[in-house]
């Protein structure tokens, strides 16, 4: 009997032993916190910019999730060579993953002030009105691209206003409020 109560009681302080190691294996809340005010540095990406203050703090939240849970001991994180770079694979994953969960957010790619000053949309419009834009919008590039792949290379392959994504813009535009698009080429001559 005592035999067993002695295992016992050495096998409780053993599982202690691992329990207490792997909670120092964990971030600490002052951490976390230092991660997400550094993460404040990427506010300025395109996506970013145009998230809430709140729907800022649930991206930094995932991205520091993320790199706690790859890197679960902070301090050999942050001592490791190449951290910066790994915090930005870590960002534009998490950023294309939201795009991927909800192609409503064309709205943080093409801002609809941007697109104002395009003349893709009018200004004025109410949240409704651009709700009905983006989900037009959003299922004409789901139903154009395979692939988000696909995607990202027309975002980044558009350069000019004929492009493939202008003209799908532009569709949603006429469709919701009956513009038309009318093409004019200027020609400058010297004189």
Known sequence: MRKTLLSIVLLAFAATGFTGCSKSREWNREQRKEMREALRDYRQ?????????????????????????????????????GMSDTVDVVVVTTIVDELNADAHNMRHIYPYNYLVAQGVLPAGLDHSQQRSFYKCFAGKVNSTYNTMQQFFNAVLADTTDHSQIRRLESQCAND??????????????DN
Request: charged residues 25%.
């Open 45 to 81: 990406m395109v996506y970013l910019d145009d998230l809430t203050d709140a729907e800022f703090v649930l991206f930094t939240d995932d991205v520091a999730e993320t790199l706690e849970n790859t890197y679960p001991v902070y301090t050999t994180f942050v001592a490791m060579p």
């Open 176 to 189: 919701l409020f009956d513009w038309t698009i009318t093409e004019v080429d200027i020609i400058e001559t």
